[in-house]
């Protein structure tokens, strides 16, 4: 296992692997299967990039570990009630199935999204651990291989599930975030949330997510929020299980972020901690853009200002919701792009509202991913490559339900047909 630093360890090195067969992922968890003659790789993912495996759709790996010391002593639930543990991954497949200690924990669709269970009384039952999966690549192979991993990941009673932050308001004197988070509790707390929003020090600072004792690349510069101006505390109690928090964030005298020729990019960072009894639980970190975006006389508008280039500005990020260094890349050079966000209608069978609940779903999760990146300047539902409408009247109604869920998720982006 390597540190990620504070509290989370990435499981890499000595992942085995082999091709699927036929009904093989009923077996993949067995703790007593047999080994020999599969690969050995440093991390799973990625696998068309081996010359042995390119041409394979899926993929079983399997993965022995022991939690080193310094982690296994604070397994005992009776010294650390508070602690919870968790395996995470991200970046492996578009879809698969993950397995800890021949329990299934659950599936893996979207390669950009990372996947979260909750394995404390796993990790807790025995000393040596097996974690399997199952992969398949989809429709799309993306060359990229650094972003794939598994890490196990500690964190106090209430864990930060979602955060979703989109800039409502913003001119040269005040900008107004508002931010949705996802928070999953163990127990009944009184918590204490505190989100503060700080310039970065320069735009290659771009910060990713961290954890509750992390450390971030990006260092915010030595301006200090305070309360009213980048700082909003809130005390909401926490029920047991997924608790779903909204507030708004006022920042004074903000700079705003232009697209590249208009202006400079500057770019800022939200930190949102959750507190229990005095101690954080957890922390995330978002690197933003204060700026809106609208649609004026037809024509595309930044902070108010029509573009020369109107919607000819965008630039299109096709089909796939992308890894996070294309936004960060595109925030800093002042790139604007077009999302595309897509919903096959042939995964749809059932009743109208189970269309609605399909595409509020894939209109949330590309809100939680790119909402707060301020290059991202529209959205665009498409149909992926290769679907088939089953009839005109069935793909137009699909387009409307997608549009409409997509301009709930993000009110702040024009929805583009």
Request: glycine content about 10%.
């Amino acid at each position: 296992m390597t540190s990620e630093g504070g509290d989370a360890r990435a499981l890499t090195g000595d992942w085995l692997v082999r091709t699927a067969g036929a009904g093989e992922w009923r077996t993949v968890a067995e703790q007593a299967l047999d080994e020999r003659g599969w690969a050995v790789t440093l991390s799973p993912g990625r696998w068309w990039l081996d010359p042995e495996l390119g041409d394979e759709v899926g993929v079983l790996y399997r993965r022995h570990f022991d939690l080193p010391a310094d982690l296994a002593s604070q397994l005992d639930a009776g010294a650390h009630p508070e602690v919870r543990w968790w395996l995470v991954a991200s970046g492996l497949c578009e879809l698969g199935h993950f397995w800890l200690d021949g329990a299934y924990l659950g599936d893996l669709r979207g390669r950009h999204i990372e996947h979260t269970f909750e394995v404390s009384h796993l990790l807790r039952s025995r000393s040596e651990h097996l974690t399997a999966v199952e992969a398949s690549h989809g429709a799309v192979r993306v060359p990229q291989s650094h972003d794939a991993q598994v890490r196990i990941s500690r964190t106090g009673p209430a864990r930060i599930e979602r955060v979703r932050a989109l800039v409502i308001e913003a001119s040269p004197d005040r900008a107004v975030l508002r931010i949705a988070a996802t928070v999953d509790s163990a127990g009944t707390h009184r918590c204490e949330v505190t989100t503060t929003v700080l310039r970065t020090a320069s735009a290659g600072t771009d910060p990713a997510e961290v954890g509750s004792a992390g450390t971030a690349a990006g260092t915010p510069a030595s301006e200090d929020a305070v309360p009213g101006d980048g700082l909003a505390v809130s005390e909401p109690v926490l029920a047991r299980g997924r608790n779903e928090l909204e507030w708004l964030v006022a920042l004074e005298r903000p700079s705003l972020w232009w697209p590249a020729g208009l202006g400079n990019q500057a770019l800022y960072c939200i930190d949102i901690d959750v507190a229990i009894d005095g101690r954080s639980s957890h922390a995330v970190r978002l690197s933003t853009g204060i700026r809106t975006v609208s649609v004026r006389r037809g024509r595309l508008a930044v902070n108010g200002e029509p573009l020369r280039d109107g919607f000819d500005a965008l630039r299109v990020a096709k089909h796939e919701l992308g890894h996070r260094g294309v936004y960060e890349s595109a925030n800093a050079d002042g790139k604007l792009l077009c999302q595309q966000v897509t919903l096959d209608p042939s995964v749809f069978m059932g009743a109208e509202r189970g269309l609605r609940a399909l595409a509020a779903q894939a209109a949330a999760v590309a809100a939680d991913h790119a909402g707060h990146h301020p290059s991202v300047a529209a959205w665009q539902p498409v149909h992926p490559p290769g679907s088939r409408r089953r009839t005109p009247r069935r793909g137009s109604w699909t387009d409307r339900t997608v549009r409409q869920a997509m301009q709930a998720a993000d009110p702040t982006r024009p929805v583009l047909t």
